[in-house]
């Protein structure tokens, strides 16, 4: 009965149109619907329980400009916003996701992004300038081919390399073997000063979601962690530091690693071996290093700690907060908002086999990611619950491609290299742009500094572009014929909005244009309004 | 406001806005927070920064006659038993304000871990916790908020290898200093004009293809859109961004701008403070000072002296000299001096074997800093190298004890804590820290 019926099943591929072949009796499921269908279900089963009110859905409006800076870091342009609202596609929100997906502004909006979590130091220390470009370009290429995270984690974690450690005050990472990414990937060992210490803390917080360093000098005040334990993880990274002096033949056969998994704990005479915190060890064998040992324990499928985190971070990318907030600080004192859903969800990308699209796909089809970020309830004012979406701050480079965008600014080629936030170019606005907003701060904590302000209202760059000679979008909004204040006015609320104005401030600023502004000129009473809605805090965040 | 706000949208769309009007509605309030503000003077900080690891050897605690010693003498200061490097004579002239730390030992011969530890306290974990910079934790607790200046104000920073150390870390971007000079810091040959036109705020003016009228419609009309975004979305973000408006405009149409404009001194006190970045920096301090700003800092770089350690140095000290001196006399001349502490230090000292290039590498466990003016018992050297100036022999001061004596200078609680980015309590200084009381007046 049962092989008849697999018989029919599979005469019925040949014959039968694919989209009945979906409807087989195990359906295969668009993990990022699955991904998607969970998050639907604990956040709704968690509002109804708490009597949260969600927002509103989104309009079009609302989330095309957030899921443009979400997956590509700008906003979008005037024609992409319209040609988005006027699509009649049913699943035009998802079909958009996968558009921008394939855009090279997504893998270059992602390894910035990564490059700024992972490695923030090579942003603001000049020395390692050029090692975060390199790793930031690796991390371009990984986002363009969509690897999977559990392999990018594994290429860092065992790419081969010696250390020279013979100046103590700078230790350098030499890359070995042919495959010219080592050069690139060493870079991150390097920017961790190739100390033990400091690569096991990373790591942990990184890829585990576990923050170790407060236990690096005293047991951990909240959560469970020992000093001990920080430093057995610091272990597998312990061929950073020099090996002790050849120990006497007498003392008996060498452990299969040698002294590579022992460290001293600092300011300690003890000594201890490499070990998880989960309390396991590897079964330590000569042919493989104590970084191979760590990195099949981080990334096996089993391990549920690397899929919750991967999950938990691209969360915090797409609402603000991670599900465990802050992102790598788990303990008693912090539980997650949802711990079920963050559990499902690490399940789901370990069966999507760690894809990041799928992910992103998901989250992005979910009713919370598509909630409007205008509060209705009191209940939605808690952000842990997602009843909303939270206001996040733009990246300094989201802000500059954003104005690029809605400005129609030109920028050479040349300039747009420039990415590093310390080593202002003169003449660049983009490297004025990357400086003065530089910031470490939590997106969704963002503030606006004095300079900030000042540099928005009167700097050369917001001169220029608001300026009716200079301004590519607005001089084209200023002279186009036939058109009346109102569609001007219009056209500069969807080229830096994305959406188009009220009834209230469409009447409002067509009265102010009409009568020609302050100084009855109309053509720079249009450059007041563009100057006005650039300065807005809802062209400024993302919301 | 509620009102307030509806009139103006009602003039606005009736086409009855008066310029004047507008102007006086967000002038008039914002001069009246500006009133609101004006208590009387409070202490300050003014912390000369020493870029690359100054020489203390050469300058604080000469071992002269020792083959470590280099060819510099020791000169007497105005306080009896105090001695100084020969190339800071008009220093040595307020050897009463001085109390010289000469038992520095530190933990980090490296520039940016160096810069970090000396300017927050603690070494940098990896993106780990974001610690403040003295000056943002100064700013928090002596700074008025509502001030027309900000609270934290850096001169010519060569924030070069640890961006982070200048920073306001986890006390967010309140506290964060607001920059001037940094695009002439690395230039040694700036004209006296550059030097002038870096001092001054980066885009405080406003265009001049803007006239009064229409700058003041268009803050207007931004309010407006502030508010109306704010309303749906209450909470910190768009607060912030009201607030620096708020703040930057205050800025711009105060008197906050002429601070910056040094010209209106006199050219005589300009020379005397030395026609170069950092002299014309510490004039500038002494001007926000003089507006209650509590944290001001000034960088002099160049002391990363590998190589010809002697001839840079004393090159430097001249520099140093003449500044510094002025620096304290115009204080005084003003009343000021007591209520302005001054902290003189570097990310660490320099090897007390010359190398064979003249010249002294880094040195963190035995050098010197400098504590000066208001809340300081001077006329003091306190701890002790030993001969040859490679150890402390007395009373060993690290970091944190440094530091903490420099609250206990200001009248701050070291002991405060700041709720940090991990959710942990952070305190202002950590422990252990063991103040130097002897020298806090």
Known sequence: ?543 | MFDSLMSRRHLLRAGAVSTTMSMSGILGKLAMAAEASKKKPKRSCILLWMNGGPSTIDMWDLKPGHENGGPYKEVNTTAPGLKISEHLPKIAMHGEQLAILRGMTTKEGDHARGTYLMRTGQLPGAAGIQYPSIGALVSKELGDPKAELPNFLSIAPQRFFAQEAFGPGFLGPVHAPLIVGENQAFNNNAQANMIDDALKVADLAKPKSIDDASAAVRLDLLREMQEDFASGRPGQMAKSHAAAYDRAIRLMQSDGSKIFDLSTEKDSLRDKYGRNLFGQGCLLARRLVEKNVPFVEVSLGNWDTHGQNFDQVKNLSTTLDAAWSSLMDDLKDRGLLETTTIVWMGEFGRTPKINQGKGRDHYPNAWSTVLAGGGIKGGQAIGKTSADGTTVEERPTTTLDMLATLCMALGIDYEKTNPSNVGRPIRIVDKPCNPITEVVA
């Open chain 1, 1 to 543: 009965m049962l092989a008849s019926l697999r018989l029919a099943a599979a005469l019925a591929v040949v014959t039968i149109p694919a989209t009945v072949f979906a409807a087989d009796a195990t359906p295969k499921v668009d993990p990022a619907d699955a991904i998607a269908a969970i998050i639907d279900k604990h956040l709704s089963a968690d509002w109804a329980a708490r009597g949260v009110k969600p927002a509103a859905q989104t309009d079009d409006a609302e989330f095309v400009r957030r899921v443009y800076l979400d997956l590509i870091g700008r906003v979008p342009k005037a024609p992409e916003t319209r040609d988005f609202i006027d699509d009649t596609n049913p699943r035009k929100r998802a079909a958009l996701v996968e558009k921008l997906l394939t855009l090279p502004g997504h893998a270059g909006h992602f390894a910035a992004v990564t490059r700024a979590a992972w490695l923030p130091q090579t942003t603001t220390n000049f020395q390692l300038a050029n090692a975060g470009f390199q790793f930031e370009n690796w991390l371009r290429m990984r986002y363009r081919d969509n690897t999977p995270a559990d392999e990018v984690v594994r290429r860092i974690l065992t790419v081969p390399f010696t250390v020279n450690a013979q100046n103590a005050m700078n230790r350098f990472v030499q890359p070995m073997g042919n495959d010219p990414d080592n050069n690139t990937l060493v870079g991150f060992y390097q920017a961790n000063e190739a100390r033990a210490e400091n690569l096991g803390s990373s790591v942990s917080r990184l890829f585990v979601g576990v923050r170790l360093e407060c236990a690096q000098c005293h047991d951990h005040p909240f959560a469970r962690y020992t000093r001990e334990q920080f430093w057995e993880f610091a272990a597998f990274f312990a061929e950073m530091s020099p090996l002790p002096a050849n120990r006497p033949s007498f003392v008996g056969p060498l452990e299969p690693q040698a002294d590579k998994n022992r460290i001293t704990i600092t300011n300690t005479e003890k000594r201890v071996v490499a070990r998880f915190f989960d309390g396991s060890s590897p079964e330590w064998s000569a042919d493989r290093s104590p970084r191979q040992e760590l990195a099949a324990w981080l990334t096996n499928p089993a391990n549920p700690y690397f899929a919750q985190n991967a999950v938990n971070r691209m969360w915090a990318h797409f609402f603000g907060f991670g599900i465990q907030d802050p992102v790598d600080e788990p303990g008693d004192n912090n539980p997650p908002s949802h711990p079920q859903l963050l559990e499902d969800l690490g399940k789901a990308f370990v069966d999507a086999k760690f894809d990041n699209r799928a992910l992103m796909r998901g989250i992005t089809r979910s009713q919370a990611y598509q909630l409007s970020s205008k509060m209705t309830h009191p209940s939605q004012s808690d952000p842990k619950r997602f009843a909303k979406m939270s206001l996040k701050g733009l990246t300094p480079a989201q802000l500059f491609d954003s104005m690029v965008a809605a400005t129609g600014h030109r920028e050479p080629g040349f300039m747009r290299q420039n990415q590093f936030n310390f080593n202002q170019q003169p003449n660049n606005p983009r490297s004025a742009f990357l400086n003065r907003f530089a910031s470490n701060e939590k997106a969704t904590e963002a503030n606006t500094t004095i300079l900030q302000a000042l540099m928005l209202m009167n700097g050369q760059f917001i001169t220029d572009v608001t300026s009716i000679e200079k301004g590519e979008v607005l001089g084209a909004i200023v002279d186009v014929p036939g058109w009346d204040t109102k569609q001007r006015i219009t056209a500069l609320f969807v080229t830096t909005f994305a959406r188009n104005p009220s009834p209230e401030e469409l009447e409002k600023f067509t009265s102010y244009v009409d009568r020609g502004g302050a100084t009855n000129d109309k053509k720079k009473a249009l450059a007041d309004v563009f100057w006005v809605l650039l300065n807005s805090p809802e062209f400024l965040f993302n919301h």
